[in-house]
């Protein structure tokens, strides 16, 4: 977990509200990841950022959007449009580059009141 | 695109037994390959990865995984399992370049259970 920190470690989301999940790290890394996780599909990307000020969609984007406004930053938003949003986020960070390790912070439980 | 299969949903040994978690893979091109593991509500871990050279990878916590290209295959391995190896193992495969290598791809996990 690391220089990594996902808060809050549990949210609950009502019924047509957005939530935000922060994420932010402290080790000067440039590329950062989402990824959710379900039980028995391991995990499935997002969003995923190389530099600040610019992201990319992964593979199960819709309904959610992400800001890279600071380097240490990766704030992702479940809005309204995700219908089955109950799942477990990973945040993730490393060097730039495919040989690099992903760190991942410790999660935040997302449940639907 | 790439794509990884963890044939095994759960493996379980015996504590001192030799352990194995099965990995293949497909992508275009070299991948690398890198074994990570949960525990519960947790994070991922980094154990090991792939990059070049050396088939067998020594990692973290007494595991190495061995790369076959001809067979496609990153397996995990362990000498003698302990209970505290217990856990959720993910295998997952980046290609060295292309549209593709900006994303880790993961398998679905097997769980791994170490029977005292």
């Known amino acids: 977990d690391g220089g990594i920190t996902q808060s809050p470690k549990y949210l609950f989301r009502k019924e047509g509200q957005n939530v935000t999940l922060s994420c932010e790290q402290n080790?000067?890394?440039?590329?950062m990841y989402w990824y959710r996780q379900d039980p028995g599909q391991g995990l499935r990307l997002i969003y995923y950022?190389?530099?600040?000020?610019?992201?990319q969609k992964g593979d199960i984007a819709e309904g959610y959007s992400v800001s890279r406004e600071k380097k240490e930053s990766f704030p992702l938003t479940v809005t309204s449009a995700q219908k089955n949003p109950t799942a477990f986020y990973l945040c993730?960070?490393?060097?730039?580059?495919?040989?690099?390790?992903?760190?991942f912070g410790a999660g935040t439980r997302l449940s639907v009141l | 695109a790439q794509s990884v299969a963890q044939p095994e949903d759960q493996v379980n040994v015996a504590e001192g037994n030799p352990l194995t978690v099965k990995c293949t893979y497909s992508?275009?091109?070299?991948?690398?390959l890198f074994w990570y593991v949960q525990y519960p509500n947790r994070g991922l871990q980094f154990l090991l990865k792939?990059?070049?050279?050396?088939?067998l990878v020594k990692g973290s916590y007494g595991f190495e995984a061995e790369f076959n290209k001809s067979q496609t295959s990153f397996h995990l391995k362990k000498p003698s399992a302990l209970v505290s190896d217990s856990a959720l193992y993910f295998c997952?495969?980046?290609?060295?370049?292309?549209?593709?290598?900006?994303?880790?791809?993961f398998g679905k996990g097997t769980k791994l259970s170490v029977i005292p």
């Open positions: 993730a960070s490393g060097l730039a580059g495919p040989k690099n390790i992903q760190y």
């Open positions: 080790l000067n890394h440039d590329a």
């Open positions: 950022s190389q530099i600040v000020n610019d992201f």
């Open positions: 992508v275009s091109g070299n991948p690398y």
């Open positions: 792939y990059i070049t050279g050396d088939n």
């Open positions: 997952a495969v980046r290609p060295y370049s292309g549209a593709g290598s900006y994303q880790l791809t």
